[in-house]
Protein backbone atom coordinates (compact mmCIF):
# COMPACT_ATOMS: atom_id res chain seq x y z
CA UNK A 1 0.00 0.00 0.00
CA UNK A 2 1.15 3.62 -0.66
CA UNK A 3 0.38 6.70 0.20
CA UNK A 4 0.34 10.31 -1.59
CA UNK A 5 -1.20 13.42 -0.81
CA UNK A 6 -4.33 15.25 -1.33
CA UNK A 7 -2.71 18.08 -3.53
CA UNK A 8 -0.61 15.67 -5.53
CA UNK A 9 3.10 16.66 -4.53
CA UNK A 10 4.39 14.02 -3.18
CA UNK A 11 5.66 10.86 -4.76
CA UNK A 12 3.91 7.81 -3.74
CA UNK A 13 5.36 6.40 -0.06
CA UNK A 14 5.17 3.35 2.08
CA UNK A 15 2.91 3.28 5.25
CA UNK A 16 5.93 4.29 7.55
CA UNK A 17 6.83 7.21 6.01
CA UNK A 18 3.36 8.28 5.98
CA UNK A 19 2.94 8.20 9.70
CA UNK A 20 6.40 9.66 9.98
CA UNK A 21 5.95 12.78 7.63
CA UNK A 22 2.16 13.71 9.28
CA UNK A 23 1.59 16.46 7.23
CA UNK A 24 2.38 16.01 3.52
CA UNK A 25 5.36 18.11 2.33
CA UNK A 26 3.11 19.65 -0.46
CA UNK A 27 1.09 21.21 2.06
CA UNK A 28 -1.86 18.48 1.64
CA UNK A 29 -3.17 15.52 3.80
CA UNK A 30 -2.07 12.15 2.89
CA UNK A 31 -3.91 9.18 1.99
CA UNK A 32 -3.88 5.36 0.73
CA UNK A 33 -3.61 4.80 -2.79
CA UNK A 34 -7.04 2.66 -2.46
CA UNK A 35 -9.10 1.06 -0.03
CA UNK A 36 -8.40 -2.51 0.80
CA UNK A 37 -12.15 -4.04 0.38
CA UNK A 38 -13.57 -5.98 2.49
CA UNK A 39 -15.64 -9.76 1.42
CA UNK A 40 -19.12 -10.27 2.72
CA UNK A 41 -17.30 -13.44 4.12
CA UNK A 42 -14.72 -11.22 6.45
CA UNK A 43 -17.92 -9.44 7.99
CA UNK A 44 -19.46 -12.15 8.80
CA UNK A 45 -16.23 -13.82 10.16
CA UNK A 46 -15.25 -10.34 12.28
CA UNK A 47 -18.88 -10.87 13.99
CA UNK A 48 -18.21 -11.24 17.69
CA UNK A 49 -14.38 -11.03 17.30
CA UNK A 50 -12.64 -9.40 20.37
CA UNK A 51 -11.93 -5.97 19.47
CA UNK A 52 -7.90 -6.19 19.37
CA UNK A 53 -8.25 -9.16 16.85
CA UNK A 54 -10.45 -6.92 14.58
CA UNK A 55 -8.20 -3.71 14.93
CA UNK A 56 -5.32 -6.11 13.13
CA UNK A 57 -7.85 -7.69 10.23
CA UNK A 58 -8.94 -4.16 9.51
CA UNK A 59 -5.73 -2.43 9.90
CA UNK A 60 -2.75 -4.92 8.70
CA UNK A 61 -4.06 -4.31 4.37
CA UNK A 62 -2.86 -0.16 5.10
CA UNK A 63 0.40 -1.49 5.81
CA UNK A 64 2.08 -3.44 3.48
CA UNK A 65 5.12 -5.26 4.49
CA UNK A 66 5.91 -2.51 6.81
CA UNK A 67 4.65 -4.36 9.87
CA UNK A 68 4.25 -7.97 10.26
CA UNK A 69 1.06 -9.63 11.96
CA UNK A 70 2.61 -10.12 14.87
CA UNK A 71 4.22 -6.93 15.18
CA UNK A 72 1.12 -5.01 14.81
CA UNK A 73 -0.97 -7.87 17.06
CA UNK A 74 1.59 -6.79 19.46
CA UNK A 75 1.14 -3.10 18.87
CA UNK A 76 -2.79 -3.14 18.97
CA UNK A 77 -2.28 -5.28 22.75
CA UNK A 78 -0.42 -3.35 24.50
CA UNK A 79 -2.44 -0.18 23.09
CA UNK A 80 -5.71 -1.50 24.44
CA UNK A 81 -4.65 -3.07 27.22
CA UNK A 82 -5.06 0.07 29.40
CA UNK A 83 -8.33 0.37 28.18
CA UNK A 84 -10.56 -0.05 31.76
CA UNK A 85 -13.52 -2.09 29.87
CA UNK A 86 -12.94 -5.60 28.67
CA UNK A 87 -14.57 -4.28 25.29
CA UNK A 88 -12.40 -1.51 24.66
CA UNK A 89 -14.97 0.20 22.83
CA UNK A 90 -18.01 -1.45 23.75
CA UNK A 91 -21.91 -0.65 22.17
CA UNK A 92 -24.92 -0.12 25.08
CA UNK A 93 -28.43 0.22 24.15
CA UNK A 94 -29.90 3.60 25.27
CA UNK A 95 -33.23 3.73 24.70
CA UNK A 96 -34.21 3.58 20.96
CA UNK A 97 -30.11 4.14 20.13
CA UNK A 98 -27.03 2.68 20.59
CA UNK A 99 -23.69 4.47 22.33
CA UNK A 100 -20.30 3.12 21.49
CA UNK A 101 -18.54 3.91 24.40
CA UNK A 102 -14.83 5.39 23.47
CA UNK A 103 -14.26 6.51 26.51
CA UNK A 104 -12.61 3.95 28.78
CA UNK A 105 -9.00 4.66 27.71
CA UNK A 106 -6.69 6.24 30.20
CA UNK A 107 -7.77 10.18 29.75
CA UNK A 108 -11.42 9.02 29.55
CA UNK A 109 -12.19 10.64 25.52
CA UNK A 110 -12.10 9.16 22.41
CA UNK A 111 -8.80 10.80 21.30
CA UNK A 112 -6.81 7.80 23.39
CA UNK A 113 -8.24 5.08 20.97
CA UNK A 114 -6.22 6.84 18.42
CA UNK A 115 -3.32 8.18 20.62
CA UNK A 116 -2.37 5.08 22.72
CA UNK A 117 -1.84 3.22 18.95
CA UNK A 118 0.03 6.15 17.44
CA UNK A 119 2.52 6.44 20.51
CA UNK A 120 3.21 3.13 19.96
CA UNK A 121 3.78 3.25 16.62
CA UNK A 122 6.20 6.10 16.75
CA UNK A 123 8.14 3.98 18.98
CA UNK A 124 8.35 0.72 16.87
CA UNK A 125 8.99 3.11 13.95
CA UNK A 126 11.65 4.80 16.03
CA UNK A 127 13.72 1.72 17.10
CA UNK A 128 13.98 0.83 13.53
CA UNK A 129 15.09 4.09 12.30
CA UNK A 130 17.46 4.81 15.24
CA UNK A 131 15.84 8.14 16.09
CA UNK A 132 14.20 10.30 18.58
CA UNK A 133 11.52 12.37 18.11
CA UNK A 134 10.45 15.56 20.03
CA UNK A 135 6.42 15.95 20.02
CA UNK A 136 5.75 19.45 19.63
CA UNK A 137 2.04 20.46 20.86
CA UNK A 138 -0.10 23.25 22.10
CA UNK A 139 -3.93 22.11 23.47
CA UNK A 140 -7.51 23.88 24.60
CA UNK A 141 -7.78 20.53 26.71
CA UNK A 142 -8.59 17.11 25.66
CA UNK A 143 -5.69 16.54 22.64
CA UNK A 144 -2.68 17.56 25.10
CA UNK A 145 -3.45 14.49 27.65
CA UNK A 146 -4.31 12.06 25.42
CA UNK A 147 -1.36 12.53 23.47
CA UNK A 148 0.99 12.38 26.72
CA UNK A 149 -0.61 9.54 27.83
CA UNK A 150 0.24 7.93 24.32
CA UNK A 151 4.04 8.17 24.73
CA UNK A 152 4.85 8.40 28.45
CA UNK A 153 7.74 6.77 29.59
CA UNK A 154 8.74 6.03 25.63
CA UNK A 155 12.59 5.92 25.25
CA UNK A 156 12.82 7.64 21.72
CA UNK A 157 10.39 10.46 22.40
CA UNK A 158 9.93 13.24 24.40
CA UNK A 159 6.88 15.27 24.69
CA UNK A 160 6.13 19.41 24.86
CA UNK A 161 2.85 20.15 25.34
CA UNK A 162 1.39 24.03 25.52
CA UNK A 163 -1.22 24.74 27.66
CA UNK A 164 -3.29 28.37 28.40
CA UNK A 165 -2.09 28.54 31.81
CA UNK A 166 -5.64 28.56 34.70
CA UNK A 167 -7.35 28.37 31.37
CA UNK A 168 -7.95 24.61 30.96
CA UNK A 169 -10.51 22.82 33.23
CA UNK A 170 -8.67 21.75 36.49
CA UNK A 171 -9.33 18.29 35.38
CA UNK A 172 -7.65 18.83 32.05
CA UNK A 173 -4.67 20.69 33.78
CA UNK A 174 -4.17 17.61 36.54
CA UNK A 175 -4.29 14.91 33.45
CA UNK A 176 -1.35 16.39 31.89
CA UNK A 177 0.88 17.87 35.20
CA UNK A 178 0.49 14.48 37.10
CA UNK A 179 2.17 12.98 34.13
CA UNK A 180 5.32 12.71 35.92
CA UNK A 181 7.82 10.50 33.81
CA UNK A 182 10.85 12.04 32.39
CA UNK A 183 9.75 13.04 28.78
CA UNK A 184 6.73 14.35 29.23
CA UNK A 185 7.40 18.52 29.62
CA UNK A 186 4.18 20.41 30.34
CA UNK A 187 4.38 23.95 29.72
CA UNK A 188 1.88 26.61 30.99
CA UNK A 189 2.17 29.82 29.14
CA UNK A 190 0.59 33.09 30.44
CA UNK A 191 -1.43 33.79 27.57
CA UNK A 192 -4.27 32.31 25.86
CA UNK A 193 -4.54 28.64 23.61
CA UNK A 194 -4.29 30.74 20.55
CA UNK A 195 -0.88 32.22 21.76
CA UNK A 196 -0.01 28.86 22.37
CA UNK A 197 -1.10 27.55 19.03
CA UNK A 198 0.78 30.49 16.90
CA UNK A 199 4.18 29.96 19.24
CA UNK A 200 4.12 25.79 18.11
CA UNK A 201 3.66 27.29 14.28
CA UNK A 202 6.81 29.89 15.14
CA UNK A 203 8.84 27.13 15.65
CA UNK A 204 7.51 24.09 13.57
CA UNK A 205 8.22 27.59 10.72
CA UNK A 206 11.80 27.80 12.24
CA UNK A 207 13.44 25.21 9.83
CA UNK A 208 16.48 24.77 11.06
CA UNK A 209 15.17 24.52 15.00
CA UNK A 210 12.77 21.98 13.45
CA UNK A 211 15.37 19.78 11.84
CA UNK A 212 18.19 20.10 14.70
CA UNK A 213 15.28 18.19 17.07
CA UNK A 214 13.56 15.96 14.91
CA UNK A 215 10.25 17.98 15.75
CA UNK A 216 7.09 16.26 15.08
CA UNK A 217 3.06 16.78 15.39
CA UNK A 218 0.44 14.56 16.67
CA UNK A 219 -2.75 16.58 15.83
CA UNK A 220 -5.34 14.45 13.98
CA UNK A 221 -3.96 14.85 10.10
CA UNK A 222 -1.46 11.78 11.09
CA UNK A 223 -2.98 8.98 8.71
CA UNK A 224 -2.88 6.36 11.60
CA UNK A 225 -5.16 8.06 13.46
CA UNK A 226 -7.11 7.48 11.44
CA UNK A 227 -6.90 4.24 10.90
CA UNK A 228 -7.57 3.58 14.27
CA UNK A 229 -10.62 5.41 14.18
CA UNK A 230 -11.79 3.09 11.66
CA UNK A 231 -11.78 0.01 13.44
CA UNK A 232 -14.53 0.67 16.05
CA UNK A 233 -16.86 1.41 13.50
CA UNK A 234 -16.59 -2.21 12.04
CA UNK A 235 -16.67 -3.27 15.87
CA UNK A 236 -20.11 -1.01 16.67
CA UNK A 237 -21.19 -3.15 13.32
CA UNK A 238 -19.94 -6.20 14.09
CA UNK A 239 -21.78 -5.97 17.70
CA UNK A 240 -25.32 -4.26 16.24
CA UNK A 241 -25.97 -5.92 13.03
CA UNK A 242 -25.03 -9.68 14.62
CA UNK A 243 -22.43 -10.19 11.16
CA UNK A 244 -26.21 -9.40 8.91
CA UNK A 245 -24.50 -7.91 6.04
CA UNK A 246 -28.04 -6.88 4.73
CA UNK A 247 -27.80 -4.76 7.97
CA UNK A 248 -27.01 -1.40 7.04
CA UNK A 249 -26.35 0.93 9.98
CA UNK A 250 -26.40 4.62 10.74
CA UNK A 251 -23.72 6.64 12.97
CA UNK A 252 -23.99 9.84 14.45
CA UNK A 253 -20.20 11.59 15.02
CA UNK A 254 -20.00 14.92 16.95
CA UNK A 255 -17.52 16.67 15.06
CA UNK A 256 -15.28 18.98 14.74
CA UNK A 257 -12.20 18.30 12.71
CA UNK A 258 -13.90 16.34 10.24
CA UNK A 259 -11.31 13.30 11.80
CA UNK A 260 -13.75 10.75 13.82
CA UNK A 261 -16.80 11.09 10.94
CA UNK A 262 -14.21 10.82 8.40
CA UNK A 263 -12.91 7.29 9.78
CA UNK A 264 -16.60 6.68 8.81
CA UNK A 265 -16.23 7.68 5.50
CA UNK A 266 -12.82 4.92 5.14
CA UNK A 267 -15.17 2.28 7.28
CA UNK A 268 -17.94 2.63 4.21
CA UNK A 269 -15.17 2.95 1.09
CA UNK A 270 -13.83 -0.16 2.67
CA UNK A 271 -17.51 -2.44 2.35
CA UNK A 272 -18.96 -1.84 5.71
CA UNK A 273 -22.68 -1.68 5.59
CA UNK A 274 -23.70 2.07 6.44
CA UNK A 275 -26.86 3.93 5.56
CA UNK A 276 -26.05 7.41 6.63
CA UNK A 277 -23.53 9.43 8.46
CA UNK A 278 -25.10 12.25 10.68
CA UNK A 279 -22.39 14.91 10.88
CA UNK A 280 -23.47 16.58 14.40
CA UNK A 281 -22.15 19.54 15.34
CA UNK A 282 -22.52 22.40 18.03
CA UNK A 283 -22.87 26.19 17.54
CA UNK A 284 -19.23 26.15 15.65
CA UNK A 285 -21.22 25.24 12.27
CA UNK A 286 -18.96 25.13 9.49
CA UNK A 287 -19.36 21.85 8.94
CA UNK A 288 -23.32 21.28 8.87
CA UNK A 289 -23.28 24.50 7.09
CA UNK A 290 -21.14 22.71 4.21
CA UNK A 291 -23.29 19.58 3.90
CA UNK A 292 -26.65 21.72 3.63
CA UNK A 293 -25.96 24.47 1.26
CA UNK A 294 -22.49 23.15 -0.37
CA UNK A 295 -20.59 26.72 0.94
CA UNK A 296 -17.41 25.96 3.41
CA UNK A 297 -17.10 29.33 5.02
CA UNK A 298 -15.20 30.34 8.97
CA UNK A 299 -17.07 32.41 11.11
CA UNK A 300 -16.03 33.24 14.20
CA UNK A 301 -15.65 30.40 16.67
CA UNK A 302 -17.73 30.28 19.49
CA UNK A 303 -17.19 28.76 23.12
CA UNK A 304 -19.51 26.09 23.96
CA UNK A 305 -20.25 23.25 26.57
CA UNK A 306 -18.42 20.77 23.93
CA UNK A 307 -15.10 22.79 23.89
CA UNK A 308 -13.79 19.58 22.30
CA UNK A 309 -15.54 20.79 18.61
CA UNK A 310 -15.18 24.44 19.28
CA UNK A 311 -13.24 24.60 15.59
CA UNK A 312 -13.74 26.37 12.58
CA UNK A 313 -11.33 25.28 10.09
CA UNK A 314 -11.34 21.36 10.32
CA UNK A 315 -7.85 19.84 9.42
CA UNK A 316 -9.58 16.41 7.71
CA UNK A 317 -11.98 18.09 5.82
CA UNK A 318 -9.46 18.12 2.86
CA UNK A 319 -9.21 14.45 2.60
CA UNK A 320 -12.85 14.28 2.43
CA UNK A 321 -12.69 16.98 -0.37
CA UNK A 322 -10.59 15.08 -2.40
CA UNK A 323 -12.64 11.92 -2.58
CA UNK A 324 -15.41 14.31 -3.72
CA UNK A 325 -14.36 15.63 -6.59
CA UNK A 326 -13.08 12.22 -7.99
CA UNK A 327 -9.22 12.19 -6.69
CA UNK A 328 -8.28 15.35 -8.24
CA UNK A 329 -5.45 16.85 -6.44
CA UNK A 330 -5.49 19.83 -9.21
CA UNK A 331 -9.18 20.43 -8.30
CA UNK A 332 -8.36 20.08 -4.44
CA UNK A 333 -5.36 22.44 -4.82
CA UNK A 334 -8.01 24.89 -6.43
CA UNK A 335 -10.68 24.77 -4.08
CA UNK A 336 -8.19 25.35 -1.18
CA UNK A 337 -6.59 28.19 -2.64
CA UNK A 338 -9.77 29.50 -3.05
CA UNK A 339 -10.16 28.90 0.52
CA UNK A 340 -7.19 30.99 1.26
CA UNK A 341 -7.58 33.60 -0.80
CA UNK A 342 -11.38 34.54 -0.66
CA UNK A 343 -11.93 32.72 2.96
CA UNK A 344 -14.71 30.00 1.38
CA UNK A 345 -15.12 27.71 -1.11
CA UNK A 346 -18.39 26.43 -2.90
CA UNK A 347 -19.00 22.90 -4.70
CA UNK A 348 -21.52 22.54 -8.11
CA UNK A 349 -25.02 21.43 -6.89
CA UNK A 350 -24.57 18.52 -8.17
CA UNK A 351 -21.86 17.29 -6.03
CA UNK A 352 -23.58 19.19 -2.81
CA UNK A 353 -26.27 16.30 -3.66
CA UNK A 354 -24.15 13.59 -3.39
CA UNK A 355 -22.51 14.75 0.07
CA UNK A 356 -26.62 14.81 0.94
CA UNK A 357 -27.28 11.66 -0.08
CA UNK A 358 -24.95 10.06 2.45
CA UNK A 359 -24.70 12.72 5.41
CA UNK A 360 -27.13 14.25 7.41
CA UNK A 361 -26.04 17.59 9.14
CA UNK A 362 -27.10 19.24 11.98
CA UNK A 363 -26.16 22.07 13.78
CA UNK A 364 -27.19 21.42 17.95
CA UNK A 365 -27.56 24.52 19.95
CA UNK A 366 -26.39 24.61 23.77
CA UNK A 367 -30.16 24.62 25.06
CA UNK A 368 -30.52 21.60 22.80
CA UNK A 369 -27.51 20.13 24.27
CA UNK A 370 -28.27 20.16 27.88
CA UNK A 371 -31.98 19.39 27.06
CA UNK A 372 -30.72 16.12 25.44
CA UNK A 373 -28.75 15.23 28.51
CA UNK A 374 -31.07 15.61 30.87
CA UNK A 375 -33.98 14.33 28.77
CA UNK A 376 -31.50 10.79 28.43
CA UNK A 377 -31.36 10.80 32.08
CA UNK A 378 -34.82 11.14 32.77
CA UNK A 379 -35.44 8.66 30.43
CA UNK A 380 -32.59 6.28 30.36
CA UNK A 381 -30.93 6.79 33.52
CA UNK A 382 -27.95 7.21 31.19
CA UNK A 383 -26.18 10.24 31.44
CA UNK A 384 -24.65 11.60 28.44
CA UNK A 385 -21.11 13.99 28.25
CA UNK A 386 -22.14 17.38 26.15
CA UNK A 387 -20.04 16.45 23.19
CA UNK A 388 -22.06 13.06 23.30
CA UNK A 389 -25.31 14.93 23.67
CA UNK A 390 -24.66 16.96 20.53
CA UNK A 391 -24.56 13.54 18.41
CA UNK A 392 -27.41 11.90 20.30
CA UNK A 393 -29.48 15.37 19.51
CA UNK A 394 -28.96 15.08 15.15
CA UNK A 395 -29.80 11.54 15.63
CA UNK A 396 -33.35 11.77 17.23
CA UNK A 397 -35.20 11.29 13.61
CA UNK A 398 -33.54 8.24 13.07
CA UNK A 399 -33.74 5.13 15.45
CA UNK A 400 -31.25 2.55 15.94
CA UNK A 401 -28.20 4.59 15.22
CA UNK A 402 -25.22 4.09 16.90
CA UNK A 403 -24.11 7.66 18.59
CA UNK A 404 -20.73 8.02 19.50
CA UNK A 405 -20.00 8.58 22.45
CA UNK A 406 -16.52 10.50 22.83
CA UNK A 407 -16.02 11.64 26.17
CA UNK A 408 -16.88 10.37 29.81
CA UNK A 409 -19.66 12.77 31.56
CA UNK A 410 -17.27 12.90 34.21
CA UNK A 411 -14.89 15.16 32.17
CA UNK A 412 -17.35 18.16 31.95
CA UNK A 413 -18.86 18.07 35.09
CA UNK A 414 -20.38 21.49 34.99
CA UNK A 415 -22.60 21.10 31.96
CA UNK A 416 -23.59 17.69 33.32
CA UNK A 417 -24.37 19.17 36.79
CA UNK A 418 -26.49 22.24 34.86
CA UNK A 419 -28.33 19.76 32.97
CA UNK A 420 -29.34 17.25 35.41
CA UNK A 421 -28.50 18.60 39.03
CA UNK A 422 -25.52 16.53 39.83
CA UNK A 423 -22.10 15.29 38.42
CA UNK A 424 -21.46 11.83 36.78
CA UNK A 425 -19.40 9.17 38.78
CA UNK A 426 -15.63 9.26 37.75
CA UNK A 427 -13.99 6.37 36.13
CA UNK A 428 -11.38 5.10 38.10
CA UNK A 429 -8.56 7.04 36.04
CA UNK A 430 -10.11 10.49 36.99
CA UNK A 431 -10.47 9.18 40.83
CA UNK A 432 -7.81 11.07 42.82
CA UNK A 433 -6.43 12.94 40.20
CA UNK A 434 -6.65 16.30 42.46
CA UNK A 435 -4.47 15.14 45.21
CA UNK A 436 -1.31 13.87 42.52
CA UNK A 437 1.88 15.14 42.82
CA UNK A 438 2.29 17.59 39.74
CA UNK A 439 5.03 19.34 37.09
CA UNK A 440 4.43 21.69 35.30
CA UNK A 441 6.45 25.12 34.18
CA UNK A 442 5.48 28.68 33.38
CA UNK A 443 6.69 30.18 31.18
CA UNK A 444 5.86 33.93 29.11
CA UNK A 445 3.88 33.29 25.60
CA UNK A 446 6.96 34.33 24.02
CA UNK A 447 8.38 31.86 21.19
CA UNK A 448 12.02 32.40 21.91
CA UNK A 449 11.45 31.89 25.75
CA UNK A 450 9.85 28.35 24.63
CA UNK A 451 12.63 27.78 22.28
CA UNK A 452 15.27 27.95 24.84
CA UNK A 453 13.23 25.76 27.33
CA UNK A 454 13.47 23.06 24.93
CA UNK A 455 16.95 23.21 23.83
CA UNK A 456 17.80 23.18 27.58
CA UNK A 457 15.66 20.56 28.58
CA UNK A 458 16.84 18.35 25.61
CA UNK A 459 20.25 19.20 26.39
CA UNK A 460 19.53 18.35 30.01
CA UNK A 461 17.84 14.60 29.19
CA UNK A 462 20.63 13.47 26.35
CA UNK A 463 23.93 14.30 28.76
C1 LIG B 1 -11.69 15.82 19.56
C2 LIG B 1 -13.07 15.58 20.08
C3 LIG B 1 -14.21 15.58 19.24
C4 LIG B 1 -14.13 15.92 17.75
O1 LIG B 1 -13.46 14.94 17.01
P1 LIG B 1 -12.91 15.28 15.54
O2 LIG B 1 -12.20 14.05 15.11
O3 LIG B 1 -12.01 16.45 15.73
O4 LIG B 1 -14.09 15.59 14.71
C5 LIG B 1 -15.43 15.29 19.80
N1 LIG B 1 -15.57 15.02 21.11
C6 LIG B 1 -14.51 15.02 21.96
C7 LIG B 1 -14.73 14.74 23.41
C8 LIG B 1 -13.23 15.29 21.47
O5 LIG B 1 -12.18 15.29 22.33
Not at 8 to 23: H, K, N, W
Not at 209 to 215: D, V
Not at 374 to 393: F, K, N, S
Amino acid sequence: MRYVSTRGGVDPITFSQAVMMGLATDGGLLLPEAFPQVAQTDLRRWSGMPFPELAVEVMHPYMGSDISLQQLSELVERSYSGFSHPEVTPVVKVGEQYVLELFHGPTAAFKDVALQFLGNLFELLLERSGGHLNILGATSGDTGSAAIYGVRGQQRIDIFILHPHNRVSPIQERQMTTVLDGNVHNIAIEGTFDDGQCIVKELFNDLEFKTEYSLGAVNSINWARILAQVVYYFYAWSRVSDGDTGCKLTFSVPTGNFGDIFAGYVAMRMGLPVERLILATNRNDILSRFVNSGIYQARKVHHTLSPSMDIQISSNFERYLYYLVGEDAGKVRALMEQMRREGMMSIPEALRRQVGELFHAEAVSEEETLEQIATTYREQGYILDPHTAVGVRAAGKFPGTICLATAHPAKFGEAVQRAIGCEAPPPSSLQGLMDRETRCQILAADTQVIKNFIEHKLSERHE
